[in-house]
């Protein structure tokens, strides 16, 4: 069955340390990957897509690879903050285009 | 901006209660959907619908059903609430499937 995993253990770094976050994905390989960031009690919020032939993605503070050949993503905050603090999710979309499939997340703590 | 509104952001039921979740997005997307968020396990897909009136089932659509009677509305409902759905439930919509989606802020259903 298609699978996506993420790191479950929280990732707990210093303020202005690079954050990188894992994304495995196994059996399909997606056309694209999308991160998500989710707050306490709240929904999630779509930060990037990366499609399979993009080798990396930016946007302002945020970078995300997409390795087909190790059928992974990173996902990385450089100069963290403490509102970095957050759960991230990352998702691709199985065959067919029908329905995303979300990793279980990994909850990011940086610390001031 | 998009915005995704869901009806109540806490519900407390009993066990055997039919019990409806309400979502309405403002955007005039073709696409939305239902997650259920547990800890650990990610969001998982219930059911989704392409179009007015349209549904398709997602992972895990035992013990639900939905309704779209109108573009910009999309109902999930439990048709004899049991505990084992206690959860979070996630509203999403986007206009392209392979497009990002956005959520609401969600809903915490307690089945007691």
């Known amino acids: 069955s298609q699978k996506i995993e993420q790191n479950s253990e929280a990732l707990n770094i210093q303020e202005g340390k690079t954050a990188t976050l894992t994304c495995n994905y196994t059996?399909?390989?997606?056309?694209?990957l999308q991160w998500y960031r989710q707050d306490p009690g709240r929904g999630p919020v779509f930060l990037l897509l990366?499609?399979?032939?993009?080798k990396e993605k930016r946007k302002e503070r945020l970078k995300v690879t997409f390795d087909t050949t190790l059928k992974q993503s990173l996902f990385h905050i450089t100069a963290s903050q403490p509102a970095d603090s957050a759960t991230y999710l990352c998702?691709?979309?199985?065959?067919?285009?029908?329905?995303?499939?979300f990793g279980a997340g990994t909850r990011l703590a940086v610390h001031p | 901006d998009v915005k995704v509104t869901q009806s109540s952001r806490y519900l407390v039921k009993r066990t055997g209660e039919k019990v409806f979740l309400e979502c309405v997005q403002d955007?005039?997307?073709?696409?939305m959907f239902w997650y259920r968020q547990d800890p650990g396990l990610g969001l998982r897909l219930i059911y989704f619908?392409?179009?007015?009136?349209?549904?398709e089932k997602g992972d895990i659509p035992e013990g639900y059903s939905v309704s779209r009677e109108k573009k910009e509305r999309f109902s999930l409902i439990l048709e004899s609430a049991s505990t084992n759905q206690t959860s979070m439930y996630l509203c999403?919509?986007?206009?392209?499937?392979?497009?990002?989606?956005?959520f609401g802020d969600g809903t915490r259903l307690s089945i007691l």
């Open positions: 998702a691709w979309v199985s065959g067919g285009y029908n329905k995303l499939i």
């Open positions: 059996n399909y390989s997606p056309a694209y």
């Open positions: 990366i499609r399979e032939n993009e």
């Open positions: 955007m005039d997307h073709e696409n």
């Open positions: 619908s392409y179009d007015v009136k349209m549904k």
């Open positions: 999403a919509s986007c206009r392209e499937l392979d497009q990002p989606q956005h």
